[in-house]
């Protein structure tokens, strides 16, 4: 991977992860002093350091994700700590198959068995032919089998209960966004939770 075109996570001041941005701006914000870089050698566990243990760190690394300067070299950071932010971000929640899928965890709102992506209907829970909107409040997450099963009945009808009341999310937080999942680095996964079947890691 090209050094500059990492991609660095940003958590806020309570460990939350709030963004992603590139290295260099990542090492901007560690040389103001804005942030710190968690470093997760598996050995060391987590650790923040601010510019200059880092660089006295980066000058004893062996591995070849390094920015060179004339003098110094510094290990690309993979996650950095804001000390001052302390918000999370949040985006209007758009309404697709990706975002019910993720609101209902990738869980069958019939039978509450857990399934990949791709075994997984959206299921109108008021059946269209029966006047039910593609609405956050009527689309829930099903397998195919619980999907088949209830067909165009209603709930009731079919003998089916909701494991709980559709609703639409009061947002959706960054890192369950599919482009996030593809860049993700394997040491990210302590502060985000992949859905299965989407993660894609490398270190
Ligand atoms: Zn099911």
Not at 1 to 7: E, H
Not at 112 to 130: A, C, Y
Not at 163 to 180: A, G, I, M, T, Y
Request: net charge positive; charged share 20%.
């Amino acid at each position: 991977m090209n050094s500059l075109t990492s991609q660095v996570l940003v958590l806020n001041r309570l460990w939350q992860p709030v963004n992603i941005c590139g290295v260099k701006r990542a090492i901007g914000l560690l040389f103001v002093g804005h942030a710190q870089v968690v470093n997760t050698d598996p050995e060391a566990g987590f650790e923040t350091h601010d510019a200059s243990s880092w660089m006295t760190l980066s000058g004893a690394y062996s591995g070849d994700d390094v920015l060179h300067s004339v003098s110094h070299q510094i290990r690309i950071p993979s996650i950095i700590v804001l000390n001052h932010y302390d918000r999370l971000p949040k985006q209007d929640i758009k309404f697709c198959r990706q975002t019910v899928l993720e609101r209902d965890k990738f869980t069958c709102q019939y039978c509450g068995k857990r399934f990949e992506n791709h075994d997984l209907n959206l299921d109108h829970v008021i059946p269209r032919q029966k006047g039910g909107e593609t609405s956050w409040e009527n689309v829930v997450c099903s397998c195919i089998r619980c999907n088949t099963r209830k067909a165009n009945k209603l709930p009731a009808q079919a003998n089916m209960h909701l494991l709980s009341e559709p609703k639409k999310p009061r947002w959706r937080p960054f890192f369950s966004h599919s482009s996030v999942q593809r860049i993700a680095h394997s040491s990210w996964k302590h502060f985000i939770e992949m859905p299965p079947g989407e993660v894609s890691l490398s270190s």
